[in-house]
T-cell receptor
């Protein structure tokens, strides 16, 4: 199916474990993004990527690692999960033209216990 | 740093009434402004993208206006229906198409 897909949709993990959230898009968009959504904070940018092998930090990058070896994939890894990383995570993509429309995945609800 | 604010945070209206949702931003040097809808437990669905050169953008019962000089956008939803109940978010892109979001307005349309 065309679009942007995230997996898993739901994940429960224990404090200290490593967990990877997957994001795949079929449009060959240049830009990809990871946001987290929390009550009281709204949506905040964690990391973004302008192209394969080019990534940069967003507003709240601590505790997260990203990679982008292929244009279509942008996994987000929590190296050692903490309870404060319990959140809903959204992946998004857009074309490279300035101000191009952003498209979002359905989200991954992560609970760290 | 761009800041985006949406007031009110929540809104409840009877079915049939028009909805007016407000979004304000601090830096008027924007490419465009995007309105999203989010249903509970779901992702974000893009509703309208209004370019910085536009004053209005319309899609069906939805109309978004943009006033860059005053740092405001308004989303109007005509003749609201219970199916319009959702959270509405506005967002503006920075360099690299990174979006800064408002906190959202949670809308409830009562039958």
């Amino acid at each position: 199916d065309a679009g942007i897909t995230q997996s898993p949709r739901y994940k429960i993990t224990e404090t200290g474990r490593q967990v990877t959230l997957m994001c795949h898009q079929t449009w060959s968009h240049s830009y990809m993004f990871w946001y987290r959504q929390d009550l009281g904070h709204g949506l905040r940018l964690i990391y973004y990527s302008a192209a394969a092998d080019i990534t940069d930090k967003g507003e709240v990058p601590d505790g997260y690692v990203v990679s982008r070896s292929k244009t279509e994939n942008f996994p987000l890894t929590l190296e050692s999960a903490t309870r404060s990383q319990t959140s809903v995570y959204f992946c998004a993509s857009s074309e490279s033209t300035a101000g191009d429309e952003g498209f979002f995945g359905q989200g991954t609800r992560l609970t760290v216990v | 740093k761009q800041e985006v604010t949406q007031i009110p945070a929540a809104l409840s209206v009877p079915e049939g009434e028009n909805l007016v949702l407000n979004c304000s931003f601090t830096d008027s040097a924007i490419y465009n402004l995007q309105w999203f809808r989010q249903d509970p437990g779901k992702g974000l669905t893009s509703l309208l993208l209004i370019q910085s050169s536009q004053r209005e953008q319309t899609s069906g019962r939805l109309n978004a206006s943009l006033d860059k000089s005053s740092g405001r956008s308004t989303l109007y939803i005509a003749a609201s229906q219970p199916g319009d109940s959702a959270t509405y978010l506005c967002a503006v892109p920075a360099a690299g198409n990174k979006l800064t979001f408002g906190g959202g307005t949670r809308v409830l349309v009562k039958p």
